[in-house]
């Protein structure tokens, strides 16, 4: 792809309908990219076969239209193996023969501290998982929105799977590679993908490609203190209320949208959210409770 000075991404799995949570995720890498005049992508996460609902990935896409979000394209994962073959064949990688309790059992977080690199491998019969060597320790960025942001890796994420024994590439391996390969410039996501950012910046790194901008916006917690999730059986949105929810959405995001627009057209909201947006006003903190259900 060219390259731009703005390319944003939104990037839903399609193991189900959109909830809140993801329209405050949506909405916040949209709201930054047109407030940019940069362009926003929509990719599918749709690299594990078992996790992909059908027909999900269409209804997502009809939920967005339905909420005005306008994008430039579409690109799934599951198309893109061979990217992902030649971004793993250039990385430093190990193979690991370790089970999952194996894993937990060293560490109960679940991260990987370079067992089987450090114990040549005892050959098991069976496929090895594929960990990338961690190519520094320290790392440290700007977040957008959290501010300076420091992780010593090697402790977490730890050394991580690239490509799993089963051959289904890593979340992170696949990640990193489009957002270089799609030119993504700016990363708008929510603070859950934190350590996630520095582990796809080891990857970026490993690939000797630089990193987009990072920016973590805060999860939606309900009442109960639980993020929204489709596993927490979040209530799906619906675009026939779509400005209330987005008002809501806005709201969440510190823009502080005013009261009369709840009911207004959504495409007045959306001109006003453009024109008003204020990246500076979305709160720096990891996670926010927000009854939106009755307000
Ligand atoms: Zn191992």
Redesign the pocket.
């Known amino acids: 792809m060219q390259p731009v000075t703005y390319r944003g991404r939104f990037a839903p799995s399609p193991n189900g309908p959109l909830h809140f949570g993801s329209l405050v995720a949506a909405t916040a890498s949209y709201l930054d990219a047109r407030a940019h005049q940069g362009e926003w992508w929509i990719r599918i996460d749709d690299i594990d076969p078992p996790r992909v609902v059908p027909g999900a990935t269409d209804a997502i896409l009809r939920t967005l239209e339905g909420f005005g979000f306008q994008w430039h394209g579409v690109v799934f994962q599951s198309q893109r193996h061979a990217l992902y073959q030649a971004a793993f064949e250039q990385l430093d990688v190990y193979p690991?023969?370790?089970s999952r309790r194996e894993v937990f059992t060293r560490d109960p977080s679940g991260s990987y501290h370079g067992?089987?690199r450090m114990h040549s491998p005892l050959r098991r019969h069976k496929p090895p998982a594929w960990r990338l060597r961690l190519p520094y320790a320290a790392d440290q960025f700007h977040d957008l929105i959290q501010g300076l942001q420091q992780c010593n890796c090697h402790h977490a994420p730890g050394e991580f799977v690239l490509k799993r024994a089963d051959g289904v590439w890593g979340y992170h391996l696949a990640c990193a590679v489009d957002e270089i390969e799609m030119g993504i410039t700016h990363v708008i996501r929510g603070a859950d993908l934190l350590y996630a950012s520095f582990a796809q910046r080891q990857v970026i790194h490993g690939l000797k490609r630089p990193p987009p901008a990072y920016g973590h916006h805060p999860l939606v917690l309900n009442r109960e203190g639980i993020k929204l999730s489709k596993r927490a059986r979040a209530q799906p949105i619906d675009p026939k209320q779509a400005s209330r929810q987005l008002w809501h959405a806005l709201d969440v995001l510190g823009q502080q949208p005013p009261a009369e627009l709840k009911s207004a057209p959504m495409q007045t909201l959306w001109q006003w959210a453009i024109q008003h947006y204020h990246r500076a006003a979305i709160p720096p903190v990891q996670a926010r409770t927000y009854d939106f259900g009755t307000a």
């Open positions: 690991c023969y370790c067992f089987c």
